[in-house]
């Protein structure tokens, strides 16, 4: 679920126009056969043809403007061949080209620039995508200057690209700056401002300040109901955010209602086959999930893994997402064996549009093992868990909930194989991460704090932390049951308070010398 981005409008292909006033002798473009093979779909063809015709542009002109139109081409028709490597290359030499002959700061080296970073990013390699993006926040910052939009854009794109590494921190202040310049240049109403606001929130969400990106999502929802009306595309992007957030502070029931508003504004405006509308179901599925729905939640998950399959085919990272939701509504009504395979389908997707080393990937680390532990295979599920744990502390930190989650149930598997002294600090470390970024009253918190207790009292002989762990759990469930006020979620609240009220009891006991019965 995840907040829509400012992106880059790119072109793939340099025209006379945008070589400026210099000229350019006998510069030359695609044969007409090329052109011909290309309109018809024969990339193959094309990309001989152009290969052929570019070797003879350089022998007779050298490696000079002449011929930047024959690469450019060369470099688009490789791609929709199916060639990303051969692209990549013809794409760098025209950029080198372009670079040299016509300056750094040249619109058609900024594109250039641009669209090897957009390449780059669609095949998941971030990292290599990075120096482009830096490059073409140089190259703005030298034509427009600081104050344009443009330069909004750049230093927002770049940021984007730090996200996806797993770089919050770096990028928060790059969204900061992206956001500053477009308050200036365009003005708090106009609905882009709405999308800096989202980003800058995303961001600080992704770092556990979940209380912190809240209002600046509602910031982003007023601007476009008075921009746009209730009833735009953008909108409903607002009502889906600021449902997520209030998802992730556990504040189910209020994100419920937004997200139905969500779909409801989607459906009207897109269709039931859109791969948004994937999306929205599968946001929809998560809450009802988190709410003990969890029937309900797999009839979503199943519509939004079916719109996936339709719209983006097998390969694509969305289709994973929705093979990893199925699989664990399947978990979680008792049917963990159909949902195993599930599960290593949308790995390696992941692993095969991402790389290893993506939080991503993590994650679907750590959704395999916790179906494996849960069917008893516990020795098979503990190195998976320690792979996706190693992966999020690196890409991610030590202080992100995320990797609190890993460490968690790392704690977890290791207690069910006994080894109760390695199980402690592991919990002890999660507790710690999860109370400081999500506050006492985070479902996530009073979880920790349950399991170490369980581990203190039945494994440490230590009946007076467990004590301390149950007691802080049971106020968390109180007040939590106080905010969500009358209704199913309060009396949802109150039941998981008298469990751990019977684990305060049990320990209390303890604590006395008392061996309950």
Not at 253 to 264: D, G, Q, S
Not at 290 to 308: M, N, P, T
Not at 364 to 378: E, H, K, M, T, V
Not at 444 to 452: T, W
Request: proline residues 4%; glycine residues 8%.
């Amino acid at each position: 679920m995840l907040s829509v981005r400012l992106g880059l409008v790119i072109m793939i292909a340099a025209t006379p126009a945008a070589l400026g006033a210099q000229v350019v002798p006998e510069q030359i473009g695609p044969s007409a056969e090329a052109l011909a093979a290309f309109q018809r779909g024969d990339f193959a063809d094309a990309a001989a043809r152009l290969d052929s015709e570019t070797a003879a542009c350089v022998a007779r002109h050298g490696e000079t403007l002449a011929c930047l139109d024959l690469i450019i081409a060369s470099a688009t028709v490789l791609d929709r061949a199916g060639k990303p490597v051969e692209s990549e290359a013809a794409a760098s030499r025209a950029f080198v080209l372009a670079e040299s002959a016509l300056g750094a700061t040249h619109e058609t080296t900024a594109l250039l620039a641009a669209g090897l970073a957009r390449s780059l990013t669609t095949r998941g390699r971030h990292r290599e995508a990075e120096p482009w993006y830096r490059k073409l926040v140089a190259i703005r910052l030298a034509t427009v200057g600081a104050a344009h939009a443009d330069a909004a854009t750049a230093y927002n794109n770049l940021a984007v690209n730090l996200d996806n590494q797993g770089r919050y921190a770096d990028a928060e202040s790059l969204y900061g700056k992206a956001l500053a310049i477009q308050r200036a240049a365009i003005g708090e109403a106009d609905p882009r401002i709405a999308t800096s606001y989202d980003n800058l929130a995303f961001n600080i969400e992704a770092q556990g300040r979940l209380a912190e990106a809240e209002p600046l999502y509602r910031r982003a929802l007023a601007i476009r109901r008075a921009a746009l009306g209730e009833n735009h595309a953008e909108t409903a992007i607002s009502y889906n955010n600021i449902a997520y957030n209030l998802d992730n502070q556990g504040r189910y029931a209020e994100a419920e209602p937004l997200l139905r508003k969500a779909l409801t504004i989607k459906l009207a405006l897109l269709g039931e086959a859109h791969r948004s509308i994937a999306t929205s179901y599968n946001n929809l599925g998560y809450n009802l999930n988190a709410q003990g729905r969890v029937a309900e939640a797999l009839l979503f998950f199943r519509k939004a893994l079916d719109i996936s399959r339709k719209a983006l085919g097998e390969a694509h990272p969305e289709t994973a997402n929705g093979y990893n939701n199925v699989a664990s509504a399947l978990d979680n009504v008792g049917r963990p064996p159909e949902a195993a395979p599930l599960y290593r389908k949308a790995l390696d997707i992941w692993r095969a549009a991402l790389g290893e080393n993506h939080p991503q990937t993590a994650a679907a680390y750590n959704n395999l093992a916790y179906n494996l532990a849960i069917q008893g295979r516990i020795a098979e599920a503990e190195p998976l868990y320690r792979k996706a744990v190693a992966i999020k502390a690196a890409m991610l930190g030590e202080d992100n909930p995320d990797t609190a989650l890993g460490y968690n149930n790392l704690a977890d598997s290791v207690e069910a194989l006994g080894r109760y002294a390695e199980a402690e600090p592991l919990y002890r470390k999660a507790l710690a991460t999860r109370r400081k970024a999500l506050g006492a009253m985070h479902p996530d918190v009073i979880a920790s704090q349950g399991s170490l207790g369980a581990l203190l009292l039945d494994h440490r002989s230590d009946p007076g932390g467990a004590l301390d762990c149950f007691r802080a759990a049971s106020d968390g469930v109180r007040l939590r049951s106080a905010v969500a006020g009358p209704g199913g979620s309060a009396s949802r609240e109150l039941r998981r308070s008298r469990t751990y009220f019977r684990w305060q009891i049990k320990a209390a006991w303890r604590v006395a010398g008392i061996a309950p019965s």
